[in-house]
């Protein structure tokens, strides 16, 4: 694989070739934890339905707690690429490691505190009482598994940095069997275990999050190859000065993560105004929106760490094709989702909705609604993917604030105004994101553009 991306002169062959095999791991992982979410939410299902709603809600929290707080240390990948392109003082490795492990557990306290005050944070916000005990009761347990989640997202980072993805795929798939078990013995009592509903999920998560960071962590630390790194060197100057790197590298990715999350949390109590029939469509757009951005959230990883390499060589003749070669990916694969969407909507639209006279309305506007999203995902892709290439660069800052002024000056008054002020509904808020995400693709391709003025 070092060969690979340290070939230069192959690179115009052997691009694509690379992409693949560096993004598809990563794209397998995405699933695998998406599919976890989708299994315990199923466990819980057949609980009860204040449990099942419960579980909802917790996923919401846990994947803000991921993409927010953790995001910070997506940092560390690109920034141990740049060291494996520079290919000397490889100890410097060892000293973003230590660095990530003290971030991550900084990080840990803020979280833990608010996790511990869900209770009354959820009471504020109007939630059920039987709601917030479930849900307060849960986080209880959960905060003991917040460590090792730290410690988890700084292993994975590291292996995706040196490239090993194919062991990032390993762990997902164990941690997502290990958890189904778990979770399945603990919340029905089987085995003679007691039934602890909920509560059983959380000790699942948490036991299989200190299993793998155990096992994970004695892996990366013990392996032959990860010796000259030094991952353990605990040298006071060159981890203070790692950590101020990590921090601003990866301070601007996670605001982009929340900003985001927040972005799309406003457009659905928007949609929510216009009914519920509006939010049912909204919800199954989401689901086939999520499985779509996957393969380009992947994409984007591989593209970060890729050009954070060659960076590093002082390659960007490559760094550009690589960019280009990801973006051209991201967007082929959208258009092919776009032709799924046009020519078949009804098979994508039966799988949610019957194609019942009732059903008509809904079912008319669902499928304009994932032909409108396919189209914004063939810009949502190249935005994607250009944001990594550039976070490869160490260029984090920029992405941040195109995404914070393109949706609150501008997405979200826009989605207002064609939503209800023409009263074209929920396609018309979709419209909207549809523009954004255009204005936005652009901007970060002349962004990437100008940074190779000499590379055409």
Request: aromatic share 8%; hydrophobic share 55%.
């Amino acid at each position: 694989m070092d060969g690979l991306v340290e070939n230069t002169a192959a690179l115009p062959k052997s691009t694509m070739r690379e992409a693949l095999k560096i993004s598809l791991p990563i794209m397998i992982s995405q699933f695998v934890v998406m599919i976890g979410g989708f299994v315990s939410n199923l466990l819980l299902s057949r609980v009860d339905a204040a449990t099942f709603a419960a579980g909802l809600l917790i996923n919401s929290v846990q994947m803000l707690l991921m993409t927010v707080v953790f995001g910070m240390l997506f940092a560390l990948s690109p920034l141990i690429g740049h060291v494996k392109g520079e290919g000397r003082e490889p100890e410097r490795i060892g000293h973003l490691f230590s660095a990530a492990l003290v971030v991550a557990m900084l990080l840990c306290v803020p979280t833990i505190i608010v996790l511990l005050f869900m209770g009354p944070i959820l009471t504020a916000l109007h939630q059920p009482p039987e709601l917030v005990s479930a849900c307060t009761g849960f986080f209880r347990i959960y905060v003991y598994s917040l460590p090792a989640v730290g410690i988890i997202s700084v292993c994975v980072q590291l292996l995706l940095g040196i490239l090993k993805q194919a062991l990032v795929l390993l762990y997902s798939l164990c941690s997502l069997l290990l958890t189904t078990l778990l979770g399945y013995l603990l919340i029905f009592g089987k085995l003679g275990l007691p039934a602890l509903g909920l509560d059983g999920l959380a000790w699942a998560q948490s036991i299989t999050a200190w299993v793998a960071a155990l096992v994970l962590g004695g892996f990366v630390l013990s392996h032959g190859s990860h010796r000259p790194y030094g991952l353990l060197a605990m040298r006071g100057e060159p981890v203070r000065q790692g950590v101020t790197r990590i921090v601003k590298v990866g301070f601007p990715i996670s605001v982009q993560m929340g900003n985001e999350i927040l972005s799309f949390f406003v457009t659905t109590v928007m949609v929510g105004w216009l009914g519920i029939a509006a939010l049912n469509v909204q919800q199954v757009a989401t689901r086939y929106l999520l499985l779509l951005v996957i393969p380009i959230v992947g994409l984007s990883q591989a593209a970060t760490v890729v050009s954070s390499r060659h960076f590093g060589g002082g390659r960007l003749g490559a760094v550009k094709q690589v960019g280009d070669a990801y973006t051209r990916m991201g967007v082929v694969y959208s258009l092919i989702v776009l032709a799924a969407f046009a020519l078949m909507p009804s098979l994508f639209v039966r799988v949610f909705v019957a194609d019942t006279p009732e059903n008509a309305g809904i079912y008319h506007t669902l499928s304009i609604i994932l032909v409108l999203i396919a189209i914004g995902q063939i810009f949502d892709a190249a935005r994607n993917t250009l944001t990594g290439a550039l976070r490869g660069l160490q260029d984090t800052q920029f992405p941040m604030k195109v995404s914070m002024i393109l949706i609150w000056p501008v997405g979200v008054p826009l989605a207002y105004v064609m939503g209800f002020t023409l009263d074209w509904g929920l396609v018309g808020i979709t419209v909207a994101h549809d523009i954004v995400m255009v204005i936005g693709a652009a901007i970060l391709w002349q962004r990437w553009r100008n940074r190779f003025p000499r590379h055409g």
